[in-house]
């Protein structure tokens, strides 16, 4: 028996109320007239029989209701103090436990679990406890219980991944937590080596201000740690003969001194080259390897490094594309004159690694197997087509694909024609008659305009006689104009491919620009870009998701691991089917079956910050975060609830105690002689003063 | 349906009736009509002297032959016209201001003044009046024209502050110049010596006194229950009491006081009259012509 609130206790200091109102003796407020007290100021009574009290019955009832309304609010319970006392009450702890990559490092992860076993030791029976495993996807592995038990068992088969780190994930999936906890004093622990390059994603968290957020750290001050941290590959044709150039970084972070490090370049499977580098105590080193013949396909190669404490970020898995040509079909209208499109093949066909092949199409044969085959549609003054091979156009290019529509002659005439959703037509510009237009302004940063970056003059040159002038649409990209504001490139990225119109004259009798020195790396760029060829990066980060290009239906998936994967794609398209890279090495594409050449191949590495083992203040944990109200003020009572309140529902017996004893105190002073009395009191005194 | 005359003086019924005049007229009828008998006793027709005229004077009245001697106007008058000159002294005192049930006390004293003036004018005399308190407030000498001034005087008066009769009662005895009846209407809230010196003050002068006690049910009974603070009517100051256990102590004190007042009264060759004010009016009418008889003012 104890109370939740003592200081209300004070309030017994109200008992002295009624004492005082029974010795003032209330008829002091509404004397009895009385003609004269002559004779009354004669009678023989003592002050103290005049001021002492009275009614002792009275008394007694309203200082008991006064008491137990002071006990009321005291909140008294029965138990013990530390089951119920909001200081001592049961504790609800969410256990975050780093599974980064990082926590592999040493002794790290053997350091974590034993803060987790300490803390756990450190619970009381019924405290509540949930387990949190995060990297950089949080997981709730294990939600309220008191089974410590269980959470242990849970805890010892976790192990570290080849995974970043994400803060905000752990934080948020712990706030999810907590916001279902019984009620208890809440508390949320990070066992983590907290690594700065996790706290990306904490701001705008929304913490509420009732939740404890400790952490246990652990890693010893030894962070050395040596990592691949980038690769470059590219592919070189000497002559007839392709070759693969790989350039690595490697990065060493405070080494105790310098060491020398053999790092070896693997290619699909197999060590072709090697070098030996001297790696400072902290500082990146570049290694190039010579270039190496290409194996045909794609390759997978790996650059690896000495193991050293933290081996999960010693390799480094890349791919290289396949050396195949870029298949580009070239839609070309019925009418088409003969020379037309001559400057735009024989500039494509220049280029090598990759090549480009050029598949003239008519309007009308673009089925599903050209698509397919190419990377990359060029309407050549034509409209997309459309119905359902427009439909199958859209999601070719939502896929991946890339489209490429020129506005000649023919499109420009007609005003209002819809280009794949990027701009319309609106006529024709003829300037013949002023000496034609040039390049106005164009966005050097981009893609297609690498090549003029050092020489934009060469921009300049070309004139424009007769050119379409196109209406842009919402969310498209002008990425050039010519000198009177008129569009001449638009971009529009369309899932994951992308839509460009060109308005500019390709052929030699609206312009010069086949004549110019920029016609070729143009066209070139535009090619490349288009199709999508140099956004493949070579390698991507764990964590990411990956939709595999040129898989249209039935996508299957080889993981690192061996183990197969059957995305789920949805009615709208393969387009959907994408999958998360959890592990690094290569993952593998097929369709319907794993057999043959896989359609597509990406390389996963462990994100580049996961090797940086720079720790965080604790405090920078919430600095982005956002305080909300206590959560538990929302929340209804579960069933600890509903027992707390049955050992604390004493106030309300009080209340109801005292609530009896002040209508037996109104029954009791209206009945009887204080009754009458009341009553010829006010007589009196009404009829006296009337 | 016909109404009891003893009805018309009851003094709650009375209570309700605001025009003083009305209301006297009304006691003194109903009691007259309740006497059975002359509302002309004592009346005499005899003279008993000249006096000048004064405007207002009835005409009828004027001496003809003493005109035609003296060459000026003389009014003869009566014994019955001049039978006794009575002085009704009221006490305004706040300890007036008292009713537990009834009617207030002051308001029967009002009452009760009002209908002993009009009955003096039926019956001749000559009336005066004197309010008082701890000073004499107004003061009407007697005379057959005053009644008037009287009930205006009563209708104005209000019970207010202490009162003690010897403060005032020179001045009253003052009033009539020749010795007449002094009827004083108190609660007699004073010990009885200084009231028996009053009281001789005005016999020494040849004034018939008559003491009309007023007292109220809850002062001769002290019925209170309960613990009560009390409050003086006249200073204000305050006492808790539990009257159950004085009461009986208070009943003596005032018995002993009636007592007292009453052997003062007698000592002084007073009429002393205790009248309750939940008693009808006349009793006290009653004994205002018994004394006025038995005093032998009446010619």
């Known amino acids: 028996m104890g109370f939740l609130v003592p200081a209300f206790l004070a309030g017994l200091v109200a008992l002295a109320v009624p004492l005082l109102m029974h010795l003032r003796d209330r008829n002091e407020e509404s004397p009895t007239r009385f003609p004269s007290l002559m004779f009354l100021v004669r009678l023989p009574i003592r002050s103290a029989d005049r001021r002492r009290i009275t009614d002792w019955p009275l008394l007694l009832l309203r200082a008991l209701a006064v008491a137990l309304l002071v006990f009321a609010f005291a909140r008294p319970y029965l138990g013990s103090a530390a089951a119920v006392s909001t200081g001592e009450r049961t504790r609800a702890v969410v256990l975050a436990m780093d599974r980064s990559l990082s926590m592999g490092h040493g002794s790290t992860w053997a350091s974590a679990l034993d803060s987790a076993r300490a803390l756990l030791d450190g619970l009381a029976g019924g405290d509540h406890l949930s387990l949190v495993l995060f990297d950089d996807d949080a997981t709730v592995a294990h939600g309220w219980t008191t089974d410590h038990a269980a959470v242990r068992a849970v805890l010892e088969t976790a192990a570290p991944v080849a995974a970043g780190t994400r803060f905000g994930s752990a934080l948020r999936a712990a706030r999810g937590l907590v916001a279902a906890a019984p009620p208890a004093a809440l508390e949320v622990v990070l066992v983590s080596d907290l690594q700065r390059s996790g706290l990306a994603g904490t701001a705008g968290l929304d913490w509420p201000s009732d939740v404890t957020l400790r952490t246990a750290l652990v890693g010893g001050a030894q962070r050395a740690n040596a990592s691949v941290s980038a690769v470059d590959v590219r592919r070189v044709l000497s002559g007839d003969r392709a070759t693969v150039q790989v350039q690595a970084r490697v990065t060493a972070r405070e080494l105790e001194a310098e060491r020398p490090v053999r790092a070896r370049l693997v290619l699909d499977g197999r060590e072709v080259a090697s070098r030996e580098l001297r790696l400072t105590a902290s500082g990146e080193r570049t290694v190039v390897f010579d270039a190496v013949p290409a194996p045909a396909g794609v390759v997978r190669g790996a650059v690896v490094i000495d193991a050293d404490a933290l081996p999960g970020d010693d390799t480094f898995h890349f791919t290289v594309a396949s050396d195949d040509q870029l298949r580009l079909a070239l839609v070309v209208p019925d009418d088409l004159a003969r020379d037309e499109t001559l400057y735009l093949e024989r500039a494509l066909a220049i280029g090598r690694a990759p090549g480009v092949r050029l598949e003239r199409r008519r309007p009308g044969t673009l089925d599903a197997a050209t698509l397919d085959r190419a990377a990359m549609v060029f309407l050549w003054d034509i409209a997309p087509p459309a119905g359902a091979a427009g439909d199958r156009l859209s999601a070719w290019v939502r896929a991946g694909g890339g489209l490429v529509v020129h506005v000649g002659p023919r499109l420009g005439a007609r005003r209002g024609v819809a280009l794949a959703g990027a701009a319309t037509t609106a006529g024709l510009a003829d300037r013949r008659a002023g000496g034609g237009a040039v390049f106005g302004e164009h966005r050097p940063d981009h893609p297609l305009f690498t090549p003029f970056r050092s020489t934009p003059a060469a921009l300049g040159a070309p004139r424009f006689f007769r050119y379409a002038r196109l209406e842009p649409s919402a969310g498209t990209d002008v990425l050039a104009r010519l000198d009177d504001g008129s569009p001449a490139l638009l971009e529009r990225r369309e899932g994951e491919g992308r839509v460009i119109l060109n308005a500019l004259p390709l052929d030699a009798r609206d312009g010069d620009l086949p004549l110019q020195p920029a016609f070729l790396p143009l066209m070139r760029r535009l090619a490349l870009h288009g199709s999508g060829f140099e956004s493949l990066p070579s390698a991507r980060a764990t964590g990411e998701s990956w939709m595999p290009r040129g898989v249209r239906r039935e996508p299957v998936i080889v993981r690192p691991d061996g183990g197969i994967l059957r995305p789920e794609s949805s009615a709208a398209g393969p387009t959907d089917a994408a999958i998360v890279l959890d592990r690094p090495g290569f993952y593998e594409a097929y369709e319907s079956r794993v057999d043959g050449v896989p359609r597509a191949v990406v390389a996963a590495n462990v994100p580049p910050g996961e090797s940086d083992l720079t720790r965080a203040d604790p405090r920078e944990l919430l600095l982005g975060a956002t305080t909300s109200e206590a959560i538990k003020a929302n929340e209804g009572p579960g069933a600890a609830a509903i027992e707390l309140e049955t050992r604390q529902r004493g106030w309300r017996v009080l209340l109801g105690v005292m609530a009896a004893l002040l209508v037996a105190e109104t029954l009791l002073g209206a009945r009887g002689w204080r009754g009458q009395a009341r009553r010829a009191t006010m007589q009196n005194t009404g009829e006296t003063r009337g | ?299």
């Open chain 2, 1 to 299: 349906m016909s109404i009891a005359p003893s009805t018309l003086l009851d003094p709650a019924l009375l209570a309700r009736i605001a025009d003083l005049p009305l209301l006297a007229r009304t006691v003194v009828d109903g009691f007259l009509h309740g006497l059975h008998r002359s509302a002309r006793k004592g009346l005499s027709l005899d003279f008993a002297e000249h006096r000048p005229y004064q405007p207002g004077d009835d005409l009828r009245r004027i001496d003809w032959k003493a005109y035609a001697r003296t060459d000026r106007f003389y009014v003869k008058e009566y014994d019955a016209d001049t039978n006794a000159a009575c002085v009704l002294a009221l006490d305004c005192s706040g300890s007036m201001d008292y009713a537990s049930a009834g009617v207030n006390k002051f308001a029967y004293a009002r009452m009760l003044v009002a209908s002993l003036a009009w009955l003096a004018q039926r019956q001749g005399d000559r009336v005066g009046l004197a309010t008082f308190s701890e000073q004499l407030l107004e003061a009407i000498p007697p005379s057959t024209r005053h009644l008037q001034m009287i009930l205006h005087a009563l209708a104005r008066a209000a019970p207010k502050g202490e009162g003690t009769i010897p403060v005032g009662v020179d001045r009253v005895a003052d009033l009539a110049s020749r010795p007449g009846i002094v009827i004083i209407v108190t609660d007699c809230y004073d010990e009885p010596a200084s009231m028996g010196r009053a009281v001789d003050t005005l016999r020494a002068r040849g004034h018939d006194v008559l003491v009309f006690h007023l007292i109220d049910p809850a002062e001769e009974e002290f019925g209170f229950t309960g613990p009560l603070v009390f409050e003086d009517g006249e200073r204000g100051t305050r006492l808790p009491l539990r009257p159950e256990e004085t009461r009986e102590r208070y009943l003596a004190l005032w018995k002993a006081h009636r007592e007292a007042l009453q052997k003062r009264m007698a000592a002084s060759g007073a009429d002393y009259v205790v009248l309750r004010t939940d008693r009808p009016l006349d009793a006290a009418l009653h004994r205002y012509l018994d004394h006025r008889l038995s005093s032998g003012r009446v010619r």
